[in-house]
């Protein structure tokens, strides 16, 4: 079980935890939200819930719910900008399918009950 960060996802969330003096560390998980079913959710965790999944990356800890870890693991977030965008990109190896907006996705066990 897997959550990696490119180099300038890690940067930028770095700076987003710092900016918070309680911060624990980075929250990673996905929530019911958009047309394909599971967006992702990503915020600075205030504290670790004892059921959460760890993961520490070159010092970051990022932190997922026992609900999500199924869905998200093996991701790969990125950092990602286009323009006058600035945007994390997750790269799920758990995603069969996305919405036309890409704001959510859905899952191969998901498609087949569908």
């Known amino acids: 079980m897997a959550i990696s960060l490119t180099a300038s996802a ?3 969330a770095r700076k987003f935890v710092a900016s ?7 929250r990673f998980g996905v929530e019911r ?10 915020d600075v965790a205030q504290q670790a ?3 959460d999944q760890v993961f520490e990356f070159q010092g970051l800890k990022i ?8 869905l998200v693991d093996g991701t790969e977030i990125d950092f990602v900008k286009k323009g ?3 945007q994390f990109v997750f790269r799920n190896p758990n995603a069969a399918g996305e919405c036309g907006c890409g704001e959510s996705f859905t899952t191969d066990s998901e498609l087949a009950s569908g």
């Open 49 to 51: 819930n004892a059921d």
């Open 20 to 26: 918070n003096a309680d911060a624990v560390g980075l």
């Open 84 to 86: 006058l965008n600035h």
């Open 63 to 70: 932190l997922v719910d026992p609900r999500s870890l199924p």
């Open 33 to 42: 939200t958009g047309c394909s079913g599971w967006g992702y959710a990503v």
């Open 10 to 12: 890690l940067e930028r």
